[in-house]
């Protein structure tokens, strides 16, 4: 059974979706327009509300907990995502995928 997830302000769940995109605490402050020492704070927060070790495995739990969701769109880079996860792409990105080829085709071809 899955402890219910934690209660994290909007600005904790904000820099944890940071983190978990991979900024670094440097980019985390200058993307929100805080100081990192505020966001060294809010990460402590986060750790221990988590019960996690460190930044990167405070991002895992908040995956098995469930703080964090799959969705269709809006997480994912598209086409390459949808492979990596081991599913068929969705439409959206089944068409984005063949502009992108088009465009590089397009490029080839003029070169």
Known sequence: M???PPALTDRQQQILRLAAEGLSRREIAAALFLAEGTV??????II???????????V???WELQVFRWQRHGDH???TTHQRRGEPPCEA??????????G???RRDAA
Do not use: M, Q
């Open 40 to 45: 060294d704070y809010h990460e402590r927060i």
């Open 48 to 58: 221990a509300a988590l019960g996690a070790r460190n930044l990167r495995h405070a």
């Open 93 to 102: 990105c089944r068409s984005g995928e063949a502009v992108y080829r088009a």
């Open 2 to 4: 899955t402890p219910f």
């Open 77 to 79: 880079a598209g086409y």
């Open 60 to 62: 895992n739990r908040a």
């Open 104 to 106: 590089l085709k397009t």
